[in-house]
C-alpha cells in the first residue's frame, strides 16, 4: 500500500467517510488508488467503445466514399485513413506508457505500472497497424512491400520495444520487480519516438513527409476532415481498450484486497 502512504488525502479517503475528509482541492488524488479507477474506468470504457465505432465509421466513410481520387496516387492513397492515425497513436501510446512509468518509479503508485501494463498491448496494436498499412501502402506507390527505410526501420524498433516491455514484465516472477524493469526499458525506448517523428527531416528517405503539422494541412479539407474524424475513433478504441484491460489488470494484482472480495462481479 505504499501509494497510499504517499498519498494522504487517498488513504483518508479511501476509508468510511475519507471522501469528505479529502481536502476540496485534493480530490483527484483518490484516482491514484486503484479501489477508486476500477469503478471509473467501468463507466468510462463502454462510453469510449461506443465512440470508437461512430466515429471510426464516420471517418472511414468519408474517407473512401466522399473523399476525391489523388491525382498522383489514385485510390491507393486511402489507407492513409487507417495508416496516419495508427502511427500517430502507436507513437503516443508509447510516451503515455513512459510516462507513466516515470510516474511509478519517481512516486511509488501501484496504479500508475498498471497503467503502463495496459497500455503496451494497445500500442503494439497499433505498430503492427501501422507497419501492414504502410506495407499496402507502398506496394503499389513504391514497387515493394518493404524498404529499409529510417520511418519504417524505427516502427519496427518501436514494436519491438512494446514486445519487449510485456515479455520482461511477464518473464519476472515479482510483479514489483517487472513493474520497474519494464518502466526502465519505457523509459530508455522513449528516446526512439522523436526519431520516428523527425526521420524524414534527418535523412533521406522514400518515405514522404508530414502533410500535417503546426502550420497546417496541405490536404484537402475533406481528406483533413476523414483523417482527423478516424483519428478521434482510433484515439477512443485505445481508452476503451486500455480502460477495460486495466480493470482485469486490477482485480488480478488487488485480488486479495477486501474491497475486490465485496464486488458483485467477483462474489458472482
Do not use: C
Not at 520497474?180 to 535523412?203: C, D, E, R, T
Not at 479539407?221 to 484515439?235: E, I, P
Amino acid at each position: 500500500m505504499k501509494d497510499l502512504a504517499t498519498f494522504p488525502d487517498i488513504a483518508s479517503a479511501s476509508g468510511p467517510g475519507g471522501a469528505a475528509s479529502a481536502g476540496a482541492g485534493h480530490w483527484w488524488w483518490r484516482y491514484a488508488s486503484p479501489q477508486h479507477v476500477y469503478p471509473l474506468a467501468g463507466r468510462l470504457w463502454p462510453v469510449f467503445a461506443a465512440l470508437a465505432v461512430l466515429l471510426t465509421g464516420i471517418g472511414l466513410y468519408i474517407g473512401f466514399f466522399v473523399a476525391p481520387t489523388d491525382h498522383q496516387q489514385g485510390d491507393a492513397y486511402r489507407i492513409i485513413y487507417l495508416h496516419v492515425p495508427a502511427a500517430w497513436l502507436a507513437m503516443l501510446i508509447y510516451v503515455a506508457m513512459a510516462f507513466w512509468s516515470a510516474v511509478g518509479l519517481v512516486l511509488g503508485t501501484r496504479l500508475s505500472f498498471m497503467m503502463a501494463r495496459a497500455l503496451a498491448p494497445t500500442g503494439a496494436l497499433f505498430s503492427v497497424l501501422t507497419l501492414w498499412t504502410g506495407a499496402l501502402w507502398g506496394r503499389p506507390t513504391w514497387g515493394t512491400w518493404w524498404v529499409w527505410d529510417a520511418r519504417l526501420t524505427s516502427v519496427v524498433i518501436l514494436l519491438f520495444l512494446y514486445i519487449g516491455f510485456i515479455a520482461v514484465q511477464a518473464a519476472i516472477d515479482d510483479p514489483r520487480k517487472g513493474d520497474k524493469a519494464g518502466a526502465l526499458l519505457a523509459l530508455v525506448g522513449a528516446v526512439n519516438v522523436p526519431i520516428i517523428y523527425f526521420s524524414v527531416q534527418w535523412w533521406n528517405t522514400l518515405h514522404q513527409g508530414s502533410s500535417i503539422n503546426l502550420k497546417g494541412s496541405s490536404m484537402a479539407s475533406v481528406m483533413l476532415a476523414g483523417m482527423l474524424v478516424t483519428t478521434l475513433g482510433l484515439w477512443s478504441y485505445a481508452i476503451a481498450a486500455v480502460l477495460a484491460r486495466l480493470r482485469v489488470i486490477v482485480l488480478a494484482r488487488e485480488r486479495h484486497a477486501d474491497w475486490v472480495a465485496r464486488l458483485p462481479e467477483v462474489k458472482a
